[in-house]
């Protein structure tokens, strides 16, 4: 009797609580059913607005479809047929092609983010935001997202009221991003580790959850740049025109940076590397005549000729060189340059600046001046008796220095320089009023050159191999006469 009692009880408790939750949805929907049919006017404006960013969301994915072939994909034939098309590529037809939420075989997919660790901001841009994290194994990587509040995703919201459709159209330009670092693997251009699409909530592309990893640097400052060494200027200029001669001869044709400017870079252990490529040309523009190819900068414009096959020809590369002297080299490369090699500076500075070489011109310039530095042949008016005036202390450092500053020093305490050899070094000393020894201690810059420590005086000399300490003889205190 109890048992069938409360067995009704409970089948009473459930029927009512079916009937609670119909009644709410039933009310929930007349709810909106008569909102729908109050704004019946707002809903067609929402629904021009969505198909005018359907539009937008199909021409970002035309723009990437070429991309997306490759010599030996099986896919090629699929996306073939889709680029003879010519139109209808909806996002379930673009989620085939692009293969959307699969890492490519090689590579780091939403697996490797599970566990990510320590999140911090590194940078943001109009479209990107770009945050570091340790992932499980201790590696740093940097990954790169749709910046919510980014100046592409406030104007597109503004312009189509559509969270998930703007967040979609944005994130296409991380994926052409993406693409392109696939394709254009270079030292000098970041490197790709993998992607993931639909971190949070599963979606595809279509909802705009696209994660790029890659590898993590350090953003280019310019202010700081400005006060190091000649030699680590010299090395991000000619990174650069290394980068740019890549560019013109890609697997893609001659790539164009559209957004070239010092923020689109990143050092990764002293090397440039070109970390924002969602901006980009690969084709040169159409001409019939040289007034079309017109390349216009805030100070100069310069017209290319138009070739017999009506293209600008060189356009990209010469855009890139005209970018690299103004935003770069005009900043970087003179000040200071060493005197045996101001002539070969000046000569790049103004064929750069004139547009008058090519990248492969230019690039051959940047390496001769590599080679002279490294080789010490600048410096061959230096004669070797110069070290006379020196003795020399092998296998030994000097301890309880007295160092003074000088300026651009790899130390911030002391005087540290590069020199090609004792003599230059020896040479240096002789300039420097407060300098009476210094010492080489074998560590090198990236060009080989040596370091050398210079000094003011000095307590006492102790043992250390490797190490040679040069004193300057007229500095030497000498012992009282009797
Ligand atoms: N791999 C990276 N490591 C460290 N910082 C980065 C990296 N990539 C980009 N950044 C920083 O994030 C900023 C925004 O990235 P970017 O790709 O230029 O986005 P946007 O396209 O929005 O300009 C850059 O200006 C740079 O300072
Ligand atoms: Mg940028």
Redesign the pocket.
């Known amino acids: 009797m109890g048992h069938s009692l409360r067995a009704a009880a409970l089948l009473a408790l459930v029927v009512l609580s079916v009937l609670v939750s119909l009644l709410i949805t039933s009310l929930k929907q007349f709810g909106s059913g008569s909102t729908r049919l109050s704004n019946s006017t707002d809903q067609e404006g929402l629904a021009s607005l969505r198909s005018a960013l359907d539009l937008h969301l199909r021409e970002r994915r035309k723009e990437i479809l070429p991309l997306l072939l490759h010599p030996d994909g099986d896919k090629d034939r699929v996306l073939e047929e889709v680029l003879e098309q010519n139109y209808g590529l909806d996002s379930s037809l673009w989620n085939e092609v692009s293969g959307s939420g699969k890492a490519h075989r090689d590579q780091m997919g939403c697996e490797s983010l599970l566990d990510v660790r320590a999140v911090e901001v590194?940078?943001?841009?109009?479209?990107?935001l770009?945050v570091k994290a340790n992932l499980a194994g201790g590696q740093s990587v940097?990954l790169?997202l749709v910046?919510e509040q980014?100046i592409d995703m406030s104007k597109c919201l503004e312009d189509f009221k559509d969270l998930q459709g703007c967040r979609e159209l944005v994130s296409y330009k991380l994926q052409k991003e993406m693409l392109l670092l696939q394709r254009l693997r270079h030292p000098n251009v970041?490197q790709l580790k993998g992607h993931c699409s639909g971190l949070q909530g599963g979606e595809g592309v279509e909802g705009g959850r696209v994660t790029v990893i890659?590898?993590?640097?350090?953003?280019l400052q310019m202010i700081q740049l400005l006060q190091t060494p000649w030699e680590d200027r010299f090395r991000v200029c000619l990174d650069l025109v290394r980068l740019l001669h890549f560019l013109s001869w890609s697997p893609l044709g001659s790539v164009g940076l559209l957004d070239f400017q010092p923020?689109?870079f990143?050092i990764v252990s002293g090397q440039l590397k070109l970390?924002?490529l969602?901006d980009v040309s690969t084709e040169e523009p159409a001409c019939r005549t040289d007034a079309d190819c017109v390349l216009q900068f805030p100070h100069r414009n310069f017209t290319l000729p138009c070739s017999s096959q009506g293209v600008c020809e060189g356009l990209n590369e010469k855009r890139n060189i005209y970018n690299a002297y103004r935003f770069f080299f005009t900043y970087l490369l003179p000040h200071q340059a060493p005197p045996g090699l101001t002539h070969l500076v000046d000569h790049i500075m103004n064929s750069t600046g004139e547009l008058k070489a090519n990248i492969n011109q230019t690039l051959e310039a940047f390496e001769r001046i590599l080679l002279l530095y490294k080789s010490g042949i600048h410096l061959d008016n230096l004669h070797p008796s110069i070290l006379r005036d020196y003795s020399v202390m092998r296998d030994m450092s000097t301890s309880g220095n007295v160092e003074y500053r000088c300026w651009p020093s790899y130390s911030q305490q002391g005087c540290v320089l590069s020199v090609h050899s004792a003599r230059e070094a020896a040479y240096i000393c002789n300039s420097h009023s407060h300098c009476s020894s210094f010492s080489l201690t074998g560590q090198k810059t990236w060009t080989g050159r040596l370091l050398a420590s210079f000094r003011s005086s000095f307590g006492h000399l102790v043992p250390e191999g490797g190490s040679e300490v040069y004193l300057k003889k007229s500095k030497v205190p000498q012992p009282p006469s009797s």
């Open positions: 590194l940078g943001s841009g109009y479209t990107k770009v940097a790169k910046n980014g970041i890659m590898e993590q640097g350090t953003p923020r689109q990143v970390t924002d969602d």
